[in-house]
C-alpha cells in the first residue's frame, strides 16, 4: 500500500529556525479513519520539525485542529485518530441554490514573489464563475504588472494599477473594477484554499441580508519563534464556528458587538456582496496600511456593514492560509499598523454619535477590548522581546486619534457619491435583475 504523504500548506524554501517549529499542513478525517491502525503518514518538507499542526477536514467541512508529535518525518494514524476524537463534530456548510459569480481582488505592492504564490493557488480554485483583479498600488517598479503579463496570461487575471498608496485605496479600485456578483478580497502573502469561494458562497448562502462573509485564517506557517509567537495573539485563526451576526439579534455572549475586535474576522479573507460595498461608500481611506493610520479598514468596513441594518457571517469553510511575518523587525512594524489602526477606529467610533452612544452601552471601556490584545504566554520565557512587541502596540494606540484626524485633514474618505451604486440600481441587483457597473 502506498503511503499517504502530506504536503505542508505553505511552501518556504527555508527551514525552521528554533526547536518549538511547528510543521503545518491539513488532513481528510475520513482518511485516517479508514486506513491501518499500525500506519503512518509522511510529511513532506519535514526536516527539523518535531510536532506538527494539523488542520482537519470532513470533507468541505471543518472539524478543528490537532496537535501531534512527529518522529522521523512521520505521524501515526493511531495518534491522530485519538486527537481527531476529542474534536467536536463538523458543522454543516450550507450550499447555495446557484453559484455566484466572484471578482477575485488581490492588493499588492513590490512583493512579486509572495505575490506569485498567491496567485498560483487562486488560478488553481475550483470554481466555475470567477475572475482576478491585481491593483498594483504605488509600486516603485513594473514587477507586478510584468509577473502578470509573464506568468499568467490565461486571461484571468488582469492588473489594475492605483497610483495613491493606502490600503483601502487599492481595495475601491478593485471594488470598481469588480464585475462578479460578490468581491472576494486576499492579501499577497497567502495560499488560499481550493474551495476558497465555495466556502465564501456557502457563508452568503445563510441568508439574503448577508452582505459581508469572513473566512478562516490559519496559520500557514510556524517556522520561527516571531511566527509562533503572532499565532498566539490573533483570534480569527481559530474562529471554527459559523456565526451569523447583525444588530438585530445581538450575540449574548460578546458584550462588546459590534466593537468586537477579532471575532469577525480580517482583511486577508473576506468577502462583499458588491453593490452593497459600493453603496456603502467602499472602504474608508482614511485607514489602511500605506496611509498615516496604517491599519483598521477592516474593523472599519465589518462594522459598518452591520450598522447598515444588514448581515456579516463567518463562515470557516473558506480558508486562506497566511503566511505571518518572521523576524522581531517586521513583526514590530506591523505591531505598529495594528496599533495605530485600532486607536483611530476607535477614534471614528467615539466621534459618530450613533456609534458611540451604542459603544458606552456595550463595552465597560475601550480598554476591556485593547487588554485582549495583550501579549499572551511566551513560548520561550527567555525571549523577552516578544512580550514587549504587544506592550508597543498597545502604546501606539494613542497616536492613533492624532493619525485619523491626519488623514481626515488630507481629504480622505469614503467612496465619492458619483462613484457608488444608485439606490435605484442597488435594489435592482438585489432582485437579482442586473449587476450594475462602474468604471
Not at 504523504?5 to 524554501?13: R, Y
Not at 467536536?88 to 450550499?95: E, G, L, Q
Not at 448577508?210 to 473566512?215: E, L, Q, S
Not at 504566554?377 to 512580550?387: E, H, K, M, W
Request: charged share 20%; glycine share 10%.
Amino acid at each position: 500500500m502506498n503511503r499517504q504523504v502530506l504536503q505542508p500548506a505553505m511552501a518556504s524554501e527555508q527551514g525552521p529556525d528554533w526547536p518549538g517549529a511547528v510543521w503545518v499542513g491539513e488532513i481528510d478525517a475520513a482518511t485516517i479513519a479508514a486506513g491501518d491502525a499500525a500506519a503512518s503518514v509522511l510529511l513532506a518538507c519535514s526536516a527539523g520539525y518535531s510536532r506538527a499542526r494539523l488542520l482537519v477536514r470532513d470533507g468541505a467541512r471543518i472539524r478543528g485542529f490537532i496537535d501531534v508529535p512527529i518522529e522521523q518525518g512521520k505521524v501515526g494514524c493511531d495518534v491522530m485518530r485519538d486527537r481527531i476524537a476529542d474534536l467536536a463534530p463538523a458543522p454543516d456548510v450550507w450550499t447555495p441554490h446557484a453559484l455566484p459569480t466572484f471578482t477575485v481582488v488581490v492588493c499588492t505592492r513590490d512583493r512579486p514573489a509572495m505575490l506569485r504564490e498567491a496567485l498560483r493557488s487562486i488560478v488553481k480554485l475550483d470554481y466555475p464563475y470567477f475572475s482576478v483583479i491585481v491593483v498594483d498600488n504605488a509600486s516603485a517598479t513594473s514587477a507586478t504588472q510584468d509577473l502578470v503579463a509573464h506568468e499568467f496570461q490565461s486571461g484571468l487575471v488582469t492588473v489594475v494599477v492605483e497610483p495613491v498608496p493606502g490600503l483601502s485605496r487599492a481595495r475601491n479600485a478593485g471594488l470598481r473594477h469588480a464585475t462578479g456578483e460578490f468581491v472576494a478580497y486576499t492579501d499577497d502573502d497567502v495560499v488560499v484554499d481550493r474551495n476558497w469561494l465555495r466556502g465564501l458562497a456557502a457563508g452568503f448562502a445563510r441568508g439574503d441580508d448577508v452582505d459581508c462573509v469572513c473566512g478562516l485564517v490559519p496559520s500557514g506557517e510556524l517556522r520561527t519563534e516571531v511566527q509562533f509567537y503572532f499565532d498566539g495573539k490573533v483570534t480569527w485563526s481559530r474562529n471554527l464556528c459559523p456565526r451569523k451576526f447583525s444588530l438585530a439579534s445581538p450575540p449574548i455572549d460578546l458584550p462588546t458587538f459590534p466593537f468586537s475586535v477579532g471575532e469577525f474576522g480580517t482583511g486577508a479573507n473576506f468577502a462583499l456582496r458588491r453593490v452593497r460595498g459600493l453603496a456603502l461608500g467602499g472602504f474608508d481611506t482614511a485607514f489602511g496600511v500605506g496611509t498615516r493610520t496604517g491599519g483598521g479598514e477592516d474593523l472599519d468596513l465589518f462594522t459598518r456593514v452591520l450598522f447598515s441594518g444588514r448581515s456579516l457571517v463567518v463562515e470557516p469553510a473558506a480558508i486562506v492560509w497566511h503566511r505571518h511575518r518572521d523576524d522581531l523587525a517586521a513583526l514590530r512594524i506591523q505591531a505598529r499598523g495594528y496599533g495605530i489602526g485600532l486607536g483611530a477606529w476607535l477614534t471614528k467610533v467615539a466621534l459618530n454619535s450613533r456609534t458611540a452612544v451604542l459603544a458606552v452601552a456595550r463595552c465597560r471601556s475601550a480598554f476591556s477590548v485593547l487588554y485582549a490584545k495583550a501579549p499572551q504566554r511566551i513560548p520561550d520565557p527567555g525571549v523577552q522581546t516578544l512580550a514587549g512587541v504587544g506592550w508597543y502596540e498597545i502604546i501606539c494606540i494613542a497616536q492613533g486619534p492624532w493619525q485619523y484626524f491626519r488623514q481626515r485633514w488630507a481629504g480622505e474618505g469614503v467612496l465619492p457619491v458619483a462613484l457608488r451604486c444608485s439606490a435605484h440600481d442597488t435594489e435592482l441587483a438585489m432582485r437579482g435583475e442586473g449587476v450594475p457597473t462602474v468604471g
